[in-house]
């Protein structure tokens, strides 16, 4: 169950951050309050996205050190989509559950790199 696990997350989370990312740039185009919720969560969605997206098309050299800028970037437009929806309660929606989910599944991932390199 873990192998099969460990082969079906990454492309779940790869789709789940295209969606989130589509969504959260039509969102942006459309020009629908609150703006700086939305580019937080394009922000959350899309650092992970293209680290994936580039591991797909270039495999990089694997190391034990967590790609810290991308975590660092997620987290930016996790705490971007807290402060709208602090500043306009629920005007902004649920925005922030996502960025949260973008946020927890590059955790999950990390974690399941980090355990795939140790054996």
């Known amino acids: 169950m873990n192998h ?7 492309p779940l989370l790869l789709a ?12 942006l185009i459309r020009d629908e309050p609150p703006v700086l919720s ?5 922000l959350a969605g899309v650092a992970p996205l293209a680290y994936l997206l580039r591991n797909r098309l270039r ?7 967590q790609p810290l800028a991308v975590s660092m970037v997620c987290g930016l437009g996790l705490a971007m989509t807290m402060a709208m929806n602090w500043r306009y309660g629920a005007a902004s929606g649920s925005i922030h559950l996502l960025a949260a989910a973008c946020l927890i599944g590059w955790v999950i991932y990390l974690r399941w790199y980090s355990a795939k390199d140790r054996g």
Do not use: N
Not at 5 to 10: D, N, S
Not at 59 to 65: I, L, V, Y
């Open 4 to 10: 099969l696990l460990r082969a079906v997350f990454p």
């Open 16 to 27: 789940f951050l295209v969606v989130i990312s589509a969504y959260a740039v039509t969102q």
């Open 38 to 42: 939305w580019l937080g969560l394009l």
């Open 59 to 65: 495999p990089a050299e694997r190391s034990a050190q």
